[in-house]
């Protein structure tokens, strides 16, 4: 069993669309987090959810709008998509959030707007 | 505000060689620190972590790593690297919060 499954694992999309990525965990986590990593692998935390509340929300454009429908699920939706955008999207969840926490990492979703 | 730097964008040893990947760190409280690894079009995967317990600590892998306050560093070390070890590695830092911030990254090429 996968522990942290995203759905796309690829996504090719054209600008101005939007699109949706899912993210599901089966560990029992509370929290659960959206991290954007660039081309150059620089990986930067967007998101993060606890209990289904919000409570990282990084200088993220508004365009990016996160929901967590239940502990298990964290979605990401993105509007209007830039050229920017492109990027590898990682989910990853964690058991409380606090700083000594683990965090797992789903496989990813490359995302390539065109 | 916290803060990881990797030294070494790309790090290239033979087989059976030491790996020593460098991790230097900034935070105004006592942090906690990582190590994850990242193979080819996957996700990360935790080696090792720091969280104020034994200052040497060991990881998956035969990996290991030691934090020196004093040097403000967490260095990871492999005594000898295998061929499997050729990946993506990062140092990250955290808090008491929810947030992990990670460094550049460190891309381990293992020769034969």
């Known amino acids: 069993d996968t522990a942290v499954s995203q759905t796309p694992k690829y996504l090719v999309t054209q600008m101005g669309n939007d699109k949706s990525i899912k993210c599901e965990q089966n560990?029992?986590?509370?929290?659960m987090y959206w991290y954007k990593q660039d081309s150059k692998k620089f990986l930067k935390i967007m998101f993060s959810?606890?209990?289904?509340?919000?409570?990282i929300n990084e200088t993220v454009p508004n365009r990016f709008s996160p929901k967590s429908p239940d502990k298990a699920h964290l979605n990401l939706h993105i509007n209007s998509l830039e050229l920017g955008d492109s990027a590898v999207y990682f989910c990853?969840?964690?058991?409380?959030?606090?700083?000594?926490?683990?965090?797992?990492f789903g496989p990813g979703t490359r995302l390539t707007v065109l | 505000a916290q803060s990881v730097t990797q030294l070494g964008s790309h790090v290239s040893v033979s087989e059976g060689a030491l790996v020593l990947l460098r991790c230097n760190y900034s935070s105004s409280v006592p942090p906690y620190l990582f190590w994850y690894v990242q193979y080819p079009n996957q996700g990360l995967q935790l080696l090792l972590k720091?969280?104020?317990?034994?200052?040497l600590v060991k990881g998956i892998n035969g990996f290991e790593a030691e934090f020196k306050k004093s040097e403000t560093s967490f260095h990871l070390t492999k005594p000898s690297a295998h061929m499997s070890d050729a990946a993506e590695y990062f140092c990250?830092?955290?808090?008491?919060?929810?947030?992990?911030?990670f460094g550049s990254g460190t891309r381990l090429l293992v020769r034969p």
């Open positions: 990250a830092v955290s808090d008491s919060s929810y947030k992990l911030i």
């Open positions: 959810y606890n209990n289904k509340e919000l409570i």
């Open positions: 560990l029992g986590h509370d929290t």
């Open positions: 990853a969840s964690s058991q409380t959030g606090t700083g000594t926490d683990t965090q797992y």
């Open positions: 720091y969280t104020s317990a034994a200052t």
